[in-house]
């Protein structure tokens, strides 16, 4: 095992695959579905179980990861070599996951650097793989922790979302900004801001929020070299549409890299409801 690992939570949406080719380690997120309790995954809440759920209204809700479930891991590895720990987790605007990781931090003997991206979903990721970068090219902890967090900074994270009324049952946009998406039957664009989802416009139909992410993504991107998802619930077509515009309007910046695309995860796809899509783009680090 490496001297240094990286933790990351499971609403990163790092492919499985990739999260075990880096040796970062995933602690799964809840998903409270009905009276069911189910750990965010595969073999737990998926995509589609949620939103065949919110369709069906039936009660959803998420939950954060204990402390005891963080404290737990962070010993396990020190038992299987691990010097020091890099944990990056989503917003703590969003969550209470950071929190739980700083308080089992502080349970461990080995030191653990906690990190809060100021993101969500694959924005997290990257920061997590960044860390994981330095990491191998001989970085210490504490830059790692750094370059995960200025990773996190970088991003753009912006998302259509056919209704904000998940949203706001869960918290996570308030009542007035709900009313924002809701006048005259416009359609929200929301961005990740401070960490915290905000109204970025309003556009008059699907379509045309469709090529506004675009436009915007492309704005961001700029002429530098980026990583590019593109996210969705049960939006299967329109993700598409945007991840095939962006590889070809971002080609420059892509440098040969794939716009990468899949379903949002359980956790961050209770919140937002089908429908939703989304694109991040998280210029690459320097060098």
């Known amino acids: 095992m490496s001297r240094v ?21 995933v602690v799964p997120l809840q998903v409270v579905i009905g009276a069911k309790v189910l750990d965010e995954g595969p073999d737990g809440a998926t995509p589609e179980v949620v939103a065949q759920a919110l369709r069906d209204f039936v009660p959803v809700s998420t939950s954060r990861p204990a402390p005891a479930l963080f404290a737990d891991l962070y010993r396990r590895l020190a038992s299987e070599g691990a010097e020091e720990i890099v944990s990056v987790h989503l917003s703590r605007e969003m969550s209470g996951t950071f929190e739980s990781a700083q308080l089992a931090a502080l349970e461990v003997e080995l030191p653990v650097h906690v990190v809060d991206s100021g ?11 960044t860390a994981a970068d330095l ?11 750094e370059a995960a967090l200025a990773r996190g900074a970088a991003a753009s994270s912006l998302f259509y979302v056919d209704t904000l009324e998940y949203l706001r049952r869960g918290g996570r ?14 359609k929200p664009l929301l961005e990740i801001a401070e960490g915290r989802v905000v109204p970025r416009e309003r556009v008059r139909t699907a379509s045309r929020a469709l090529a506004r992410l675009a436009e915007l993504a492309v704005e961001v991107a700029g002429d530098q070299p980026v ?26 910046g892509l440098e040969g890299r794939e ?5 949002l995860g359980a956790v961050l796809g209770a919140h937002v409801g089908p429908g939703m899509v989304a694109v991040c783009v998280a210029p690459r680090p320097a060098g």
Do not use: W
């Open 5 to 25: 690992v990286v933790v990351t939570d499971s609403t990163a949406s790092l492919p499985a695959d990739v999260a075990q080719s880096r040796g970062i380690r």
């Open 119 to 129: 993101q969500v979903g694959i924005a997290t990721g990257y920061a997590a793989l």
């Open 135 to 145: 990491l191998d090219a001989g970085g210490s902890a504490k830059e790692a922790a």
């Open 173 to 186: 946009i308030g009542a007035a900004a709900a009313i924002f998406g809701s006048a005259l039957s416009v």
């Open 227 to 252: 990583d590019v998802c593109v996210a969705h619930l049960a939006n299967v077509e329109r993700a598409a549409e945007l991840t095939a515009t962006l590889a070809e309007r971002l080609a420059d």
């Open 259 to 263: 716009v990468m695309c899949g379903e």
